[in-house]
């Protein structure tokens, strides 16, 4: 059934249709043309704190729009949208829950949802979500057994068929998930935790409810826990964030930028280490990084975007000029509470 939010229904009546500022994983085409005008590059963003999805139109990253749409949660993780056929869609932590909604594009800021694809509230801590053609996979970060000393996690696999989404499988893993995202069939997951990445190959032809390893699992040097991460194939990068001591949320985060990321990520054996050599760190003070737990990437104006959900209280950051590291200032930064996870969609 769904929660809803008293406090959210009557702050409606003082938010703001639409704000702006200026100068403050995601679609790997690049930005098409129409009559000398970029088709619109919009970032999707869920927060802990109120369970609103909030959402940028960053086309002009010089004038930068916002717009607000209001849920009845009241925490969200994982967002996608998908722009042909203009759905939109949510990993409700209030529910437990997948929630869809259609024909959002249009809405102004400050319109309340109504959930239009509702999936069974199956799972107990949704993080991030994945899409693959109609299969929708959630990490969920709880653990399984009950037992701490014995590291796990689940990844629940959904079908969508018109307005109904279908819990087809559930995939038990022997580490803690957070972040994860597909390459073609391969899913690569962040072993939590940890300064590991994993990759299950082909992972969507297992069907049925099962314990699976991974097919190969790798430490990044330099990162001390990764939490969230992106994979970019027209471009072949990869990036992962680092949350370091997540008892600090405001100054030791960092993200790592890999180019040519699929000869690197081969060139290491299993259970070996991507070197601190074969990557872009960037950290520090200036950076406003402390729990940057998601990240998505636009290679066409090589831009990376952040749900920082620590420093500030939580923000949504952006980067460029990044590529000789090191600790930059962002060119954009609005604040988001409890920020979560973000989508890039064009």
């Not at 053609?133 to 959904?158: C, E, Q, S």
């Not at 068929?161 to 022997?174: A, F, K, P, V």
């Not at 699976?212 to 990036?239: C, N, P, Q, W, Y």
Request: aromatic share 8%; proline share 1%.
């Amino acid at each position: 059934m769904k929660t809803t939010n008293l406090t959210k229904t009557a702050a409606l009546s003082i938010l703001v249709a639409t704000s702006f500022f200026s100068c403050s994983d995601d679609d790997n085409d690049a930005i098409e043309i129409n009559d000398g005008t970029p088709t619109s590059v919009e970032l999707y963003t869920s927060n802990n704190a109120d369970g609103n999805i909030t959402v940028y139109d960053v086309t002009d990253q010089s004038a930068v729009t916002t717009k607000t749409l209001i849920t009845a949660g009241i925490a969200a993780d994982g967002v996608y949208y998908d722009s042909t056929n203009d759905f939109l869609l949510q990993a409700s932590r209030t529910d437990l829950g997948l929630e869809g909604y259609n024909n959002t594009n249009n809405l102004v800021s400050g319109s309340t949802l109504a959930v239009d694809v509702n999936g069974t509230n199956d799972m107990q801590s949704p993080r991030e979500v994945a899409v693959n053609g109609n299969f929708i996979v959630v990490a969920d970060n709880a653990d399984v057994d009950g037992d701490l000393l014995t590291p796990d996690g689940r990844l629940y696999i959904y079908t969508k068929e018109g307005n109904n989404i279908t819990l087809r499988n559930t995939i038990t893993t022997s580490f803690k998930l957070w972040g994860i995202t597909f390459d073609n069939n391969n899913l690569y997951a962040v072993v939590d935790a940890t300064n590991e990445l994993a990759v299950f190959s082909d992972f969507l032809s297992n069907t049925t409810d099962m314990a699976l390893a991974s097919s190969k699992r790798i430490f990044v040097e330099g990162i001390v826990r990764t939490h969230g991460l992106t994979f970019d194939a027209s471009s072949d990068v990869m990036i992962l964030t680092d949350i370091a001591d997540a008892t600090n949320g405001q100054d030791d985060g960092a993200f790592h930028y890999i180019e040519n990321f699929t000869s690197k990520f081969n060139g290491v054996a299993n259970a070996g280490a991507l070197s601190a050599a074969q990557q872009v760190r960037v950290s520090g003070a200036s950076t406003l990084l402390g729990n940057p737990v998601d990240v998505a990437y636009d290679s066409a104006t090589q831009t990376v975007y952040i749900a920082e959900a620590g420093n500030g209280g939580g923000r949504i950051l952006a980067f460029n000029n990044f590529q000789a590291g090191g600790n930059i200032t962002p060119i954009l930064n609005n604040s988001l509470a409890a920020a979560s996870a973000v989508y890039l969609s064009k």
